[in-house]
């Protein structure tokens, strides 16, 4: 008796792997860029912020334009006087470089922008450049002592527009920097003073 034919084991069928679909990265249309958004997120209302951050753009114009022409009268003075004045200066401009900083992130903290260039500082500024060969040291300090003076004055003119738009952090600032700035008015002033005949002082 012949025995059935045995049947043939069912082999299973290999799993084909998903045709897996090739995702195009996005790029972005050529000669189109994404511009950030500087507008920095402040309880202050936009005409506070356009009006503070132009008035103090223009005010770190001014300091940088001060810091300058300091460092250029504290490398450029001579004389018998010449070490009391060159430590004097270099002091005083590294007092005025470090309000630069402040000024300019305070500007971005109110959510506007501020200085981008020497171009944009020499558009702004109202304290004047001295490209002179040579200058007196008693007048380097007089023009000093003058340009101080008058950044106190722009400093109080930013601080009654803060008060005006109650933003108590930006006139906290000022009111440093006029202490500050008054103080170099007095140094060149007193710096400055011709001594009395009489007692050599």
Known sequence: MSKPAAT???????????????????????????????????????DATRDLGAALTRLLADVFALYLKTKNFHWHVSGPHFRDYHL?????????????????????????????????IARLQRILDNDAEYVQPLDMLAELQEDNKNLAAYMREVHGMCDEYNDIATASLIENWIDETERRTWFLFETSRHSDPNTGH
């Open 88 to 120: 004097l200066l270099d002091e005083q401009a590294g007092e005025i470089f470090a309000m630069t900083d402040a000024i300019a992130e305070r500007v971005r903290k109110i959510g506007a922008t501020t200085i981008r260039s020497i171009g944009h």
């Open 8 to 46: 043939p084991k069912k082999t299973a069928a290999k799993a084909k792997p998903a045709a897996t679909k090739k995702v195009a990265a996005s790029k972005p249309a050529a000669g189109k860029r994404r511009t950030a958004v500087l507008a920095t997120p402040s309880d202050l209302k936009s």
